[in-house]
């Protein structure tokens, strides 16, 4: 398996731009996490999702943000409009309860700029 | 919030035993304990979790005291790849989220 996949790898914006950010989860797995890392903040969660059904939000900052996962194997991280505050390395990962007392594998990250 | 205490940072000598202290002091009784480690840029990577019992893996060993207020990782012969920024987390309970805090900043040296 490839492992979590995430693009673009690098983006960089202006403020007031939409920004999507794509996640393709292990396949198998029905658990799939989004985060934010900054220096500042450190590593947050902002959502995750359980058999494509989001299950906590409580994360996400403002409604500039929105999570959705159309189907078991694609979920898309949204912010319009991009504020330069938002410029942080986002990562998606993805999990079952069958493996290791649910296990999260982290993708390789997307790094946003935003200027 | 966090709710676990980790030191800012750790060194250690390659070939020897890296001990990782973590306090979580206000744990619950169903809460398990869970180590990640991040290596620079790269996303976090699941080393390790438990619940009341000591546990060993391929990469690591856990030890958790009676009162579970504490745990300990363990990495038995640390190398130059081990150097890293290592959390320890407790999962909230009833739910399968990981709350990360700031970790521990191991630098491993020849």
């Known amino acids: 398996d490839a492992g979590v996949i995430q693009s673009p790898r690098h983006e960089v914006t202006e403020m007031g731009q939409e920004v999507t950010l794509r996640c393709k989860p292990i396949?198998?797995?029905?658990?799939l996490f989004w985060y934010r890392q900054t220096m500042m903040r450190g590593l947050e969660l902002l959502i995750y999702?359980?058999?494509?059904?989001?299950?906590?939000d409580s994360g996400m900052p403002e409604d500039r943000f929105s999570a959705k996962m159309p189907n078991a194997s694609f979920s898309t991280l949204k912010i319009q409009p991009s504020e330069p505050r938002d410029s942080a390395v986002y990562f998606c990962?993805?999990?079952?309860?069958?493996?290791?007392?649910?296990?999260?594998?982290f993708g390789p990250g997307t790094r946003l700029t935003v200027l | 919030d966090a709710k676990t205490t980790q030191p800012t940072s750790m060194d250690c000598a390659e070939g020897r035993a890296a001990n990782l202290p973590c306090n979580h002091s206000?744990?619950?009784?169903?809460?398990?304990v869970y180590w990640y480690r991040q290596i620079h840029s790269q996303g976090p990577q699941y080393i390790i979790h438990?619940?009341?019992n000591n546990e060993t893996n391929e990469m690591a060993s856990l030890i958790i005291t009676e009162d579970r207020k504490s745990s300990t990782l363990i990495l038995p012969h640390a190398t130059l790849r081990d150097t890293a920024v290592y959390y320890c987390?407790?999962?909230?309970?009833?739910?399968?989220?990981?709350?990360f805090g700031t970790g521990t900043r191991l630098q491993v040296f020849p």
């Open positions: 990962a993805s999990s079952t309860l069958r493996d290791r007392g649910n296990e999260q594998f």
């Open positions: 396949s198998g797995h029905d658990y």
């Open positions: 999702f359980n058999n494509n059904v989001p299950i906590d």
């Open positions: 206000t744990i619950s009784g169903n809460e398990y």
């Open positions: 438990g619940l009341k």
């Open positions: 987390i407790v999962r909230v309970a009833y739910t399968d989220k990981l709350i």
